[in-house]
């Protein structure tokens, strides 16, 4: 699925959330470009991966935690424009 929205043109960082039975919600993350680093941002909620693809297990609510996480992507994708 992560893929597949990665694949649409002009997205540069592509996330995925999957609410999770023990109160953690699942990240996937998946870049087009090395300079948005999907796994610097995953690594601030305690995930991991590469630079283009990277994941965590984030405790919260779905809610609260896409939002904390697309705060996040989006920072970092603005500041490729710098």
Do not use: T, Y
Request: proline share 1%.
């Amino acid at each position: 699925m992560i893929d597949h929205l990665r694949a649409i043109q002009g997205v540069i960082i592509a996330i995925f959330f999957e609410e999770l039975e023990d109160g953690k919600v699942r990240v996937s993350m998946r870049s087009k470009d090395e300079r948005a680093d999907v796994c610097e941002i995953c690594l601030r909620f305690k995930g991991g991966g590469h630079k283009l693809a990277a994941g965590a297990r984030v405790p919260g609510a779905l809610d609260d935690v896409a939002n904390r996480v697309i705060a996040a992507a989006v920072e970092s994708v603005k500041s490729l424009d710098r």
